[in-house]
């Protein structure tokens, strides 16, 4: 939807390892987030990118790290992974109003990747 | 603190009747509000936004919501609910001076015949 693609769709992977989850844009947006969503919590905000090279910290960065090297991709690595971080994983890139005014204006998602850390 | 909240975990609707689904905000100046939907295993979609202007916005699906100032409120409502409405529903708030989306903790909505 809306030119984001997430990889991969589905992984399993052992506590410890580490694993990168990609999110990749064909639209330039400027902002690109990483979100985890677990029952009785919503959407959590992990990082987010305001450009290349450009990131900040959401309320639940911990154990994780981002990194944004290109305006398309941005990558979400679990330095070692554990079980707390089982869940699903989406990405969102934020559309600005331009010539289309408020209309544009919002957020899409991307179709999540759903991560198990056995 | 940013907040947003949506203090009805489940609620249970039968086909045909109205539906309100709440969300109350935190924080202080207008922000921008958004309804999302999500079916199981599903991503989530877009239901209806809230910038400014009419307070009573319109969205797919049959959905409506009314922005409420005084009350931080940005309430979800539909006249009439379909069985295939069974969905979980979030609320999400963008925050003025902010780009990030602040969601609820989600409303599950089951839909009795």
């Known amino acids: 939807d809306a030119g984001i693609t997430q990889s991969p769709r589905h992984k399993v992977t052992e506590t410890g390892t580490p694993v990168t989850l990609r999110c990749h844009q064909t639209e330039n947006h400027r902002y690109m987030y990483w979100y985890r969503q677990d029952p009785g919590h919503g959407l959590r905000l992990i990082h987010y990118s305001y450009g290349v090279k450009d990131t900040d910290k959401g309320e639940v960065s911990d154990g994780y790290s981002v990194s944004r090297s290109k305006t398309e991709d941005f990558l979400l690595t679990l330095e070692s992974a554990t079980s707390s971080q089982t869940s699903v994983y989406f990405c969102?890139?934020?559309?600005?109003?331009?010539?289309?005014?408020?209309?544009?204006?919002?957020?899409?998602f991307g179709s999540g990747t759903r991560l198990t850390v056995v | 603190a940013q907040s947003v909240t949506q203090p009805d975990i489940h609620i249970t609707v039968s086909e045909g009747a109205s539906l309100e689904l709440r969300c109350n905000y935190s924080?202080?100046?207008?922000?921008?509000l958004f309804w999302y939907v999500q079916s199981p295993g599903q991503g989530l979609q877009l239901l209806l936004k809230?910038?400014?202007?009419?307070?009573l916005v319109q969205g797919i699906k049959g959905f409506e919501a009314e922005f409420k100032r005084s009350q931080s409120s940005f309430n979800l409502r539909k006249p009439s609910v379909h069985w295939s409405d069974a969905a979980e529903y979030f609320c999400?708030?963008?925050?003025?001076?902010?780009?990030?989306?602040?969601f609820g903790t989600g409303t599950r909505l089951l839909v009795s015949p």
């Open positions: 809230y910038f400014s202007g009419d307070t």
């Open positions: 924080y202080g100046a207008t922000p921008y």
């Open positions: 999400a708030v963008k925050f003025s001076g902010f780009q990030k989306l602040v």
């Open positions: 969102a890139i934020m559309r600005n109003p331009g010539t289309g005014g408020s209309a544009n204006y919002g957020y899409t």
